[in-house]
């Protein structure tokens, strides 16, 4: 006979009573996945945040394991968070830089996404905050995989009061699945009213195997706090907007251990890419890495990324394998017991990582694309070969401050370089004359890229590019 599990618990301020019947033996793992908005490297206690403090990240990441080499898909939002949802380089899919209100491309519907594997396997999925992929009605979450969402289709910034482009933007849109259900909403809610929708989709859905995917919109500009963290940290309102995210990644570990589930639930917290730094004491700290969002170097993608499953990920653990964004989509589907999408993709499976098998081959190399398809740098073990390319850079430019952008020239020539990342994560010295069978070696990996993926850096337009969706005509 089957255990009998009656919980009570306060959720989000409501009571709530279930009873239960079930064997956590016989149920697919559940996903809880939160995406942070250009959190930096530098921007969690575990990694030198100073000003402030995330002691529930700091608590996963000792329950859990830490991946200090990870990587998002790309250095900036829409592609980011396309290369996630697909295990696919963004460029792959057709994605670049970050979709606003006139875009008329979105995710392609034959792109399967995490949710439409984990859907077609029984789970209930679900997406609380920023979607990013197109806002157009068809490239909406419910037309890709997922039964709610309750969000902004685009940045928080792409409204009226953008600091530069003022009025620009049409007023920003919340939507309840299909439909704007307010205009301009009080942003100062967003990490709670999401935080709180979260709780209460695992509350509802704790029998059944779920997938959910909160996207914080912060701590991207402009920033917003609610009343209760509003002056909390040393470090003004970019620490007590992290000090509220922190607040709601504790929340949801905590419901999970309240509700029983910890022990079937596999929590991922992760940014879409490194901080914006040129808005001064309102963007993140990219923790000493090179440069930030918007660059290939290292402070543009390497991000924080802790997961913890009680029970199955080892207490205190760290790898320092190469993982990425693109590795998560056939990390879940493997744990899903989903087959891989039918077309190709570029993600690897990291579940005997996650179960602390630190010996475990995990991804190879990275290559780094930006702006429509330029291959700026490729990544093989410790080394990174950069290439010479024109870009963004933060450096000896005046920064910002209190929500206002600084400089941050867009077309400065960036030259190649060889970095060992093991002695120099921040790219300070070019040693491409001492090592030449390392830079054949990843020149070799580049040309592979080329080849599938193309590169317009040197004009290749690669065999195995496919389109984004397109609004109907």
């Given at each position: 006979?089957?255990p009998?599990?009656?919980?009570?618990?306060?959720?989000?301020?409501?009571?709530?009573?279930?009873?239960t019947?079930?064997t956590?033996?016989d149920?697919?793992?559940?996903?809880?996945?939160?995406?942070?908005?250009?959190?930096?490297?530098?921007?969690?206690?575990?990694?030198?945040?100073?000003?402030?403090?995330?002691?529930?990240?700091?608590k996963?990441?000792?329950?859990?394991?830490?991946?200090?080499?990870?990587?998002?898909?790309?250095?900036?939002?829409?592609?980011?968070r396309?290369?996630?949802l697909?295990?696919?380089?963004?460029?792959?899919?057709g994605?670049?830089g970050?979709?606003?209100?006139?875009?008329?491309?979105?995710?392609?519907?034959?792109?399967?996404?995490?949710?439409?594997?984990?859907?077609?396997?029984?789970?209930?999925?679900?997406?609380f905050?920023?979607?990013?992929?197109?806002?157009?009605?068809?490239?909406?979450?419910?037309?890709?995989?997922?039964?709610?969402?309750?969000?902004?289709?685009?940045?928080?910034?792409?409204?009226?009061?953008?600091?530069?482009?003022?009025?620009y933007?049409?007023?920003?849109?919340?939507?309840?699945?299909?439909?704007?259900i307010?205009?301009?909403?009080?942003q100062?809610?967003f990490?709670?009213n999401?935080?709180?929708?979260?709780?209460?989709?695992?509350?509802?859905?704790?029998?059944?195997?779920?997938?959910?995917?909160?996207?914080?919109?912060?701590?991207?500009?402009p920033?917003?706090?609610?009343?209760?963290?509003?002056?909390?940290?040393?470090?003004?309102?970019?620490?007590?907007?992290m000090?509220?995210?922190?607040?709601?990644?504790?929340?949801?570990?905590?419901?999970?251990?309240?509700?029983?589930?910890?022990?079937?639930?596999?929590?991922?917290?992760?940014?879409?890419n490194g901080?914006?730094?040129?808005?001064?004491?309102?963007?993140?700290?990219?923790?000493?890495?090179?440069?930030?969002?918007?660059?290939?170097?290292?402070?543009?993608?390497?991000?924080?990324?802790?997961?913890?499953?009680?029970?199955?990920?080892?207490?205190g653990?760290?790898?320092?394998?190469?993982?990425?964004?693109?590795?998560?989509?056939p990390?879940?589907?493997?744990?899903a017991?989903?087959?891989m999408?039918e077309?190709?993709?570029?993600?690897?499976?990291?579940?005997?990582?996650?179960?602390?098998?630190?010996d475990?081959?995990?991804?190879?190399?990275?290559?780094?694309?930006?702006?429509?398809?330029?291959?700026?740098?490729?990544?093989?073990?410790?080394?990174?070969?950069?290439?010479?390319?024109h870009?963004?850079?933060?450096?000896n430019?005046?920064?910002?401050?209190?929500?206002?952008?600084?400089?941050?020239?867009?077309?400065?020539?960036?030259?190649?370089g060889?970095?060992?990342l093991?002695?120099?994560?921040?790219?300070?010295?070019?040693?491409?004359?001492?090592?030449?069978?390392?830079?054949?070696?990843?020149?070799?990996?580049?040309?592979?890229?080329?080849e599938?993926?193309g590169?317009?850096?040197?004009?290749?337009?690669?065999?195995?590019r496919r389109?984004?969706?397109?609004?109907d005509?």
């Amino acid at each position: 006979m089957k255990p009998i599990l009656t919980t009570c618990i306060a959720l989000a301020g409501l009571a709530a009573c279930t009873t239960t019947e079930r064997t956590e033996s016989d149920r697919l793992t559940n996903i809880v996945l939160i995406n942070m908005d250009d959190m930096g490297y530098g921007d969690v206690s575990l990694n030198g945040a100073t000003g402030f403090s995330t002691p529930n990240i700091d608590k996963m990441a000792g329950e859990g394991i830490v991946f200090s080499h990870f990587y998002s898909a790309q250095a900036v939002c829409s592609a980011s968070r396309a290369g996630l949802l697909t295990g696919c380089y963004p460029n792959r899919i057709g994605f670049a830089g970050a979709l606003n209100h006139r875009a008329q491309i979105g995710i392609n519907p034959e792109e399967q996404t995490i949710a439409e594997l984990l859907k077609a396997k029984g789970y209930a999925t679900a997406v609380f905050g920023k979607w990013h992929l197109g806002h157009h009605k068809q490239f909406l979450p419910l037309q890709h995989g997922f039964d709610e969402f309750y969000g902004i289709p685009y940045s928080n910034d792409m409204w009226p009061n953008h600091p530069v482009n003022k009025n620009y933007y049409p007023p920003l849109p919340l939507f309840e699945g299909n439909e704007v259900i307010e205009e301009n909403p009080d942003q100062s809610y967003f990490t709670k009213n999401f935080t709180k929708r979260t709780l209460e989709f695992i509350q509802k859905n704790q029998q059944n195997p779920f997938f959910v995917y909160l996207a914080h919109p912060m701590p991207h500009v402009p920033l917003f706090v609610s009343d209760a963290f509003k002056g909390k940290s040393e470090q003004g309102l970019y620490g007590d907007v992290m000090m509220e995210i922190d607040w709601s990644v504790g929340q949801i570990n905590q419901t999970l251990e309240q509700l029983n589930l910890a022990e079937n639930t596999l929590v991922i917290v992760i940014s879409d890419n490194g901080p914006w730094m040129t808005y001064g004491n309102h963007a993140g700290s990219s923790g000493g890495l090179r440069e930030g969002k918007g660059t290939t170097f290292e402070g543009g993608q390497r991000v924080p990324c802790v997961m913890k499953w009680k029970g199955v990920t080892p207490e205190g653990a760290v790898c320092n394998s190469l993982t990425a964004g693109i590795d998560i989509l056939p990390t879940l589907a493997s744990l899903a017991q989903s087959p891989m999408p039918e077309k190709k993709i570029d993600g690897v499976n990291l579940v005997e990582l996650i179960k602390g098998n630190l010996d475990a081959q995990g991804r190879s190399s990275f290559l780094y694309y930006y702006r429509r398809n330029n291959l700026e740098a490729v990544r093989s073990e410790n080394w990174k070969l950069v290439f010479e390319h024109h870009g963004r850079t933060y450096e000896n430019n005046t920064i910002g401050q209190d929500g206002q952008p600084g400089q941050t020239p867009e077309n400065v020539l960036i030259e190649s370089g060889l970095y060992d990342l093991r002695r120099d994560p921040g790219e300070r010295y070019n040693v491409m004359e001492f090592y030449p069978e390392k830079v054949a070696e990843l020149q070799s990996l580049a040309d592979e890229a080329r080849e599938d993926l193309g590169d317009d850096l040197t004009n290749s337009p690669g065999k195995n590019r496919r389109q984004p969706g397109r609004v109907d005509q």
